[in-house]
């Protein structure tokens, strides 16, 4: 569904892009696409001379659930000293937390298309576990215990 945005930004920006066709949930619950996603950046950048590509230069991006994907190979690969640093990462409208659907940005887009308060908790159940069968609890906020709610409180309120 992005070659030809890749192909575009390819082309405009003069530069290397890699787009990694990641495994799809339901069929490949999580940790299938967060995999593809790591082993294709770690071989990308432990060959970056076979793509001519300056080390200094990588940059990681992703829009919704490839944001979070982004992100989280971004997370595990600044703790490694063996492969080159990545300069960035770019996150389009990733899908960052599950812990609450009722936040502000929620509530304030709840009916803006594409992307339903709804539709965002059922495809985030579907990429966690392949099967949306607690989507009402977690619409209601019942699927977090107490304990982890107020153990990041501080990073996911409303406040």
Not at 87 to 105: E, K, T, V, W
Request: a negative charge.
């Amino acid at each position: 569904t992005h070659e030809e945005l890749c192909r575009f930004i390819a082309r405009e920006s003069e530069s290397v892009v890699v787009s990694v066709g990641y495994r799809l949930a339901p069929e490949h619950k999580y940790p299938a696409a967060y995999e593809d996603c790591l082993n294709a950046s770690q071989h990308f950048l432990q060959h970056l001379q076979h793509y001519g590509v300056d080390p200094a230069r990588v940059t990681v991006c992703g829009d919704s659930a490839g944001g979070n994907l982004a992100a989280a190979v971004s997370q595990t690969l600044a703790g490694r000293s063996d492969l080159p640093r990545l300069r960035a990462q770019i996150l389009i409208y990733p899908g960052l937390q599950a812990l609450d659907f009722n936040l502000p940005s929620y509530q304030q887009n709840r009916g803006v298309p594409l992307l339903f308060r709804e539709r965002a908790a059922f495809y985030m159940l579907q990429y966690l576990n392949g099967s949306a069968t607690k989507l009402e609890e977690v619409l209601e906020g019942s699927h977090i215990p107490p304990d982890i709610k107020l153990k990041y409180q501080k990073w996911v309120s409303p406040d």
